[in-house]
């Protein structure tokens, strides 16, 4: 028996078999994509300056340094990364906006940032403390599980901790003299709380970045801070002229004192010198007095004559002076006291 074409039943049977084999097709890559997904989420990358934590369901099974690693697909274990390390940072009082290099860093600064900057010292001043916090994280694992939000942690005891220690202090030491000490007081106080909440993390270090008076009291400020600095000006010259003037004192005290003291042996020294050669002429004298007095005579006037730049004769029969003898042209005067 002959089959009837009939064009609709063909239609329809060719629209049943595209059916099945769309679904099948649609099935095949749909497990295709699960199977290329779960493959690729099998493998990840760790960067230079990061520690992968690994975790199974949740619970944290392993950590892996830097690199290719594998693990199990999406969904069993995923990995999170920690920046252990880089130095992080932290600002208070403001928050660099941008960095270029080559040109100056600009600094974003507002309302907000006053509320954490503005504080009461110990003398009841109010002051505007910008500072940053640098840490770096030792331990991941304390770090992602410990606290629940640590970069907020470690904001809220710095801001807590820095308040404390400057309202402890007076406001003209915090604004000169005593800068470092407040930031080395807060960073070890900080580390402390950190270590106790078990956060993971090392400070490197605490400073503070500019001190200043609020706005309105800074041109008061300005002048207190100048007459402080003329003061020490001041004392430094005149500590510096003490420094000066005392040691030259001292040393011509100690050169008088040795003139003086040279001069005293010198003069005993001649004296007993002196008393000897008496005691010797005396001797002489004792012995033969007109040898010695004539030769005493002879010496004296041997030690005259020569400082003598005239010589008067005088004649005890003579009622007038005879003219003087001039000793150096070794000639003698006429009647009247000229020369020939």
């Given amino acids: 028996m002959q089959r009837q074409f009939d064009p609709e039943q063909l239609i329809e049977e060719i629209r049943d078999r595209f059916r099945s084999r769309k679904g099948w097709w649609v099935a095949t890559g749909i497990l295709g994509a699960v199977v290329v997904f779960l493959l690729w ?16 369901f949740g619970a944290v099974q392993r950590t892996v340094g830097p690199g290719l690693h594998f693990k199990l697909p999406a969904g069993i274990e995923k990995v999170r990364t920690v920046p252990t390390a880089r130095v992080l940072k932290e600002e208070f009082g403001f928050q660099t906006a941008a960095t270029i290099v080559g040109r100056r860093t600009q600094y974003a600064q507002g309302k907000a940032y ?21 840490y770096r994280i030792e331990d991941p694992i304390h770090y992602l599980f410990r606290v629940r939000d640590t970069r907020q942690t470690i904001r809220d005891i710095s801001e807590a901790v820095t308040r404390r220690v400057v309202g402890n202090r007076l406001g003209s030491d915090v604004l000169t003299v005593a800068r470092v000490e407040v930031a080395t007081e807060v960073k070890e106080e900080m580390q402390k709380i950190l270590d106790q909440y078990e956060t993971g993390v090392h400070l490197i270090t605490v400073e503070l970045q500019d001190v200043t008076p609020p706005d309105p009291v800074k041109p008061a400020f300005n002048e207190v801070n100048e007459a402080r600095q003329d003061r020490e000006r001041t004392i430094n010259q005149a500590q510096e002229q003490v420094n000066r003037e005392i040691p030259k004192a001292r040393g011509e005290a100690v050169r008088t004192i040795s003139e003086a003291e040279g001069y005293a042996l010198e003069r005993i020294n001649r004296a007993n010198g002196e008393a000897s050669r008496f005691r010797a002429i005396m001797d002489e004298y004792r012995r033969a007095p007109e040898v010695t007095r004539r030769r005493l005579y002879i010496e004296a006037m041997g030690s005259i004559l020569p400082d003598a730049k005239a010589i008067y004769i005088v004649d005890s029969q003579q009622k007038a002076l005879v003219p003087w003898l001039t000793v150096e042209s070794g000639q003698l005067p006429d009647a009247k006291g000229s020369k020939p």
């Fill in 41 to 56: 989420s099998t493998w990840f990358t760790v960067q230079p300056e990061e520690t992968g934590v690994v975790q199974r």
């Fill in 114 to 134: 006053k509320e954490v900057s503005l504080m009461l010292t110990g003398d009841l001043n109010v002051i505007d403390v910008q500072w940053i916090v640098q």
